[in-house]
């Protein structure tokens, strides 16, 4: 099965889950034909695959038809001796199987970050119709392989460690359907539909972002094998992220050069998209990765952390990692401070370690305008903002956190979410692009491509 399925988990050996997966994956492969990237079955992509953990295996580049992918099972390597690094079991050995009592809890935070990765699959297959250059069209690919990668890792742990409720979760996880009524997928963003590129570059900037911190937390887990799995999970989430940062800051880059050589604000007749209308989505997509970290309050984050079940973002720079004795102070909107045991609060501490990454992507994006001598600058609307979950829900604030009525926000919320007005005329400046050197009007090249490649200059997708 090596062959088919690259990996260091011995899956030549063990004999139980080499059946398990087989059987698996024919329905997996059906689940991408149906639902996977539509339109370019038979096309060639220039991808990255890993094949093994090295940095020699975790790169290779080649053309690819993507039903063809090798999508493989990697554990980062065994660190020696390691010890349960927070909570009540500190200091004990990390876990080779999974505790009885642990069993329940551990299967719910695996099912729930494993259903995020078809999830995104879904919510961009259509994209590739309108792809701004072949550069972009290769990345959108790559991370759909990548994330379809990382379906395989969790289901891996869900044959390996959780017996038949293991084998029926990870088939569910091929049921489910972003933004199906009846089955939806299990956490509200992966619902949210990424209808066009400014969606889809804002959803990887945050909502892979907050991937980035899920899978941080989780790689501090006692659990030895999901702490490896997530490890190398990261590798390749940097490069999500990367996607959807530097796309918003090529976007960016283009309107500020739109502006300065026309004068204008609005840019849609000149086929580019205003940075009004940028500022709306970043909104949008950044408040609905805030709910994703959950509440600020939360029981079943206590228990995760007292277990050691899931830990802080870089658990190991904390001064202290028992978390008994202090609080955390939620500030809200209206002045007033809500302290919250430590332990239930790590949904908000390592939400807060979320923020302070935006605002250096933020940083970044301004100098762009910065650079050209422009006035205008972008921004993260305050926590409380279009806030669906937790303590800050339902209030009703502008983007700098100032509390309105429910009915001035009603009246004004075009002003800082995307309207349907605005998603067609976003969606009418998105025309594919689709020859080496070319790109779109709406669009900054990039600053260089991919394995070494030209950014433009290079049939990144070949064909058929």
């Excluded at 011995?10 to 059987?23: K, N, P």
């Excluded at 305008?369 to 993260?380: C, Q, S």
Aim: proline share 6%; net charge negative.
């Amino acid at each position: 099965m090596s062959n088919e399925i690259p990996n260091n988990v011995d899956l030549d050996h063990d004999q139980q889950l080499r059946r398990a997966l087989a059987l698996w994956h024919p329905h997996y492969l059906d689940w991408w034909r149906e639902v996977g990237p539509e339109g370019f079955d038979a096309s060639k992509v220039y991808l990255r695959t890993a094949i093994s953990v090295s940095p020699e295996g975790w790169a290779n580049y080649g053309y690819v038809q993507m039903q063809d992918y090798r999508w493989g099972i990697f554990l980062a390597p065994e660190v020696p001796d390691r010890k349960i690094g927070f909570g009540d079991h500190y200091g004990e050995p990390v876990w080779q199987q999974v505790p009885g009592d642990q069993r329940k809890d551990l299967r719910r935070i695996i099912v729930t970050q494993a259903d995020t990765e078809p999830a995104s699959v879904e919510q961009n297959r259509l994209l590739g119709q309108t792809a701004p250059s072949l550069y972009d069209l290769r990345n959108i690919f790559q991370l759909n392989c990548e994330e379809g990668r990382h379906l395989w890792a969790m289901v891996y742990l869900l044959h390996k460690y959780f017996g038949r409720d293991g084998r029926e979760e990870a088939d569910e996880l091929l049921h489910r359907r972003s933004g199906n009524p009846d089955h939806p997928r299990i956490l509200n963003a992966f619902n949210a539909p990424v209808r066009n590129w400014l969606d889809y570059f804002c959803f990887s900037m945050f909502s892979d972002r907050d991937g980035k911190y899920q899978l941080a937390a989780l790689a501090e887990s006692a659990l030895d094998p999901l702490s490896r799995t997530t490890r190398f999970m990261l590798t390749e989430e940097a490069f999500h992220m990367f996607v959807g940062e530097s796309g918003i800051q090529r976007i960016a880059s283009r309107a500020a050069d739109l502006m300065l050589q026309s004068g204008r604000e609005d840019l849609f007749e000149l086929g580019a998209i205003p940075l009004g209308i940028l500022q709306k989505y970043i909104n949008y997509w950044y408040t609905e990765a805030l709910d994703l970290f959950g509440g600020e309050d939360s029981s079943n984050a206590a228990t995760y952390f007292a277990a050691g079940l899931k830990g802080r973002f870089q658990e190991d720079d904390e001064p202290e990692h028992l978390a008994l004795d202090q609080v955390y102070e939620l500030r809200k909107p209206d002045g007033s401070v809500e302290s919250i045991p430590l332990r239930r609060a790590m949904n908000a501490v390592l939400r807060d370690a979320y923020v302070e990454d935006c605002h250096r992507g933020l940083r970044r994006w301004n100098r762009e305008l910065e650079h050209r001598k422009l006035d205008a600058r972008l921004y993260l609307p305050a926590v409380c903002f279009n806030r669906k979950v937790g303590a800050l829900a339902g209030i009703t604030s502008d983007p700098e956190g100032h509390i309105l009525p429910a009915e001035e926000f009603a009246r004004r919320r075009a002003e800082w979410l995307p309207t349907e007005e605005d998603r067609l005329r976003v969606a009418a400046v998105m025309k594919p692009v689709y020859a080496p050197g070319k790109i779109a009007n709406w669009i900054a090249p990039p600053a260089k491509g991919i394995g070494g490649k030209p950014g433009l200059e290079f049939d990144y997708v070949q064909f058929n």
